[in-house]
């Protein structure tokens, strides 16, 4: 008998346990201080706007309860992923994320940088208080990822093999160095970067996928792809199906959790009818993220 993907939220657990899996591990959820938390849901109000569709977030909910919603979905390991769009705000959001990882073991002590004379500083700091994940936003951020401000960290990066999730594909939004012209060349000059492509890369699917197949440590997430939502919007050709299953050890689950305009439930649906077997499934909702995070199942 073959597992049926959820139903909906409540019936997550049923289906990484018919999978045969500890749980999931999803390395792309969002934590904010509360007031930028507040802004970031404030923009998706208006997404109809900026993205040409509505984006109903499905779990505007304060943190503790936020917390207990992936505690139910099985969630044992995440992220907090934060991200500045300006300078002078990374290092802040650093200290707020170490306190939020502090006591609590399922979290993902996680830190960000912005091109500005104080990131290699900050991010050694992060480096020596046990940071387990970078996040880097590229459309958000507004800045190229070849910034000569970003060498020394990239250098220590591809060093310490820290894995950095970064938004870095043109989707939902084009940004002046999206896409992966920038990406091609900083992987040229720092080929050993364990990165994590966000999103599939969408819409850029495809120049994503190469670098994936070309870098040994260049990984893809899968937050929001497949999804109904995003089909609509930035379709991925069912052609490279067969790269995706090739490329099982690498691809991570992600959902972008709380913001999300459908809910959880959803993306696993989502990723169980690509039809890429159970095999696949177990690899990107759990034995990928464990391996590369040294995650025990308990
Ligand atoms: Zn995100």
Not at 107 to 117: D, I, N, R
Not at 127 to 132: A, D, S
Not at 146 to 161: I, N, S
Not at 280 to 285: M, T
Request: glycine residues 8%; hydrophobic residues 40%.
């Amino acid at each position: 008998m073959s597992t049926e993907p959820p139903a909906d939220d409540s019936d997550v657990p049923r289906y990484w346990r018919e999978l045969g899996l500890p749980g999931l591990v999803d390395v792309h959820v969002h934590f904010l201080p509360d007031r930028v938390q507040a802004k970031v849901w404030q923009f998706f109000e208006d997404a109809e706007s900026h993205y040409g569709a509505a984006w109903p977030v499905q779990y505007p909910l304060p943190i503790e309860e936020r917390l207990t919603v992936l505690d139910r979905l099985g969630v044992r390991a995440f992220p907090t992923l934060p991200y500045p769009h300006r300078p002078g705000m990374a290092a802040w959001l650093n200290d707020w994320s170490a306190e939020f990882a502090a006591g609590r073991p399922q979290v993902l002590h996680s830190a960000t940088f912005y091109p500005e004379p104080e990131a290699p500083v900050y991010v050694a700091e992060a480096l020596e208080r046990g940071v387990r994940i970078f996040k880097v936003h590229v459309q958000v951020g507004g800045f190229d990822p070849r910034d000569p401000a970003l060498d020394p960290v990239w250098a220590r990066l591809e060093e310490t093999g820290t894995p950095v999730v970064i938004h870095c594909g043109s989707g939902p939004r084009v940004g002046e160095h999206t896409g992966p012209g920038p990406m091609a060349e900083l992987l040229e000059r720092y080929p050993r970067l364990q990165l994590v492509i966000a999103h599939l890369g969408m819409p850029e699917y495809r120049d994503f996928l190469d670098l994936a197949e070309r870098y040994e440590r260049v990984h893809l997430d899968t937050t929001m792809f497949a999804t109904d939502f995003t089909e609509r919007l930035m379709p991925f050709d069912a052609a490279d199906l067969p790269r995706l299953a090739a490329l099982e050890s690498k691809v991570l689950l992600g959902t972008d959790f709380p913001t999300i305009p459908y809910p959880y439930a959803h993306q696993l649906a989502a990723l169980h009818r690509l039809g890429l077997g159970e095999e696949w499934l177990r690899a990107v909702l759990w034995e990928n993220g464990a391996r590369l995070f040294g995650i025990a199942a308990s």
